[in-house]
């Protein structure tokens, strides 16, 4: 990004409306005037609400507000993390979608990584305009399966453990393993595209093309691109990709 875009963009931030606030006690922001599109941000690990702005920066001048919220464990949440695990998010998504069902006539979905994984669970059967994922997790099982052979670590073990540390710094979880079994993505409707890194380590390209085409999305591949998107050219690439979509 050039010197006069960053500067542009800082421009439209000061001015861009934005208020925060809380729904259901969910701390929640909200960024763009008043209009009847808005795109709903769930962000991945390590996230925040906040960083819905660069989003925002794009799509508000296109029309859409975007609202965001902070996940168990993260923004304001930060001693919430034993929550950030489908079962305790997905309740919270359905209640962040159903107030802006209230509010906003067309809601579409931005969900980066593990945002999408909980998206997919709890937006199954929503009225979505159009879906955007970004490096999404979009086979828990197949994940969760792939870190214990990372540990070294078998389903019995797991199983009679309940919960066994790993030096990559994920725990693994029998809970969360035999949740993840037991709720498969069967069904996905809203129409969707797909932004793929090429060096993705959590997410295999033979599982996004399986997904992309039991479901009919589209697939878009950085192939420098890593799970996390942040270098510049990683960036560029993912406005190129958003202008394209939205």
């Not at 609400?49 to 996940?71: F, N, R, W």
């Not at 168990?72 to 950030?84: D, I, L, V, W, Y």
Request: hydrophobic content about 40%; proline content about 4%; glycine content about 6%.
């Amino acid at each position: 990004m050039t010197e006069l875009e960053t500067m542009h963009r800082a421009r439209i931030l000061v001015h861009m409306k934005t208020e925060q606030f809380t729904i259901q006690n969910i701390p929640s922001v909200l960024y763009g005037g008043r209009c009847e599109n808005l795109f709903l941000y769930i962000h991945g690990k390590m996230g925040r609400k906040e960083e819905a702005a660069h989003l925002a920066e794009i799509v508000c001048p296109m029309g859409y507000q975007v609202l965001s919220i902070d996940l168990p464990g993260h923004g304001k949440r930060t001693a919430e993390m034993e929550r950030f695990v489908p079962w305790e998010v997905v309740p919270e998504l359905r209640a962040v979608y159903d107030y802006a069902r209230e509010y906003w006539n067309r809601v579409s979905l931005y969900a980066n990584s593990i945002g999408a994984y909980f998206s997919l669970l709890a937006f199954w059967d929503a009225n979505l305009e159009k879906s955007l994922f970004v490096s999404p997790i979009l086979d828990m099982e197949k994940l969760i399966h792939d870190m214990m052979g990372w540990a070294g670590v078998s389903r019995e073990q797991l199983r009679q453990a309940g919960e066994i540390p790993t030096a990559f710094g994920e725990t693994l979880s029998w809970k969360y393993l035999t949740y993840a079994e037991g709720n498969p993505i069967t069904r996905w409707d809203s129409p969707t595209a797909i932004l793929y890194a090429g060096k993705d380590h959590l997410t295999a390209r033979e599982t996004v093309d399986a997904f992309a085409k039991r479901f009919g999305c589209t697939v878009t591949v950085m192939e420098n691109g890593e799970h996390w998107f942040h270098t510049e050219e990683q960036m560029a690439a993912l406005d190129a990709w958003l202008r394209k979509e939205i």
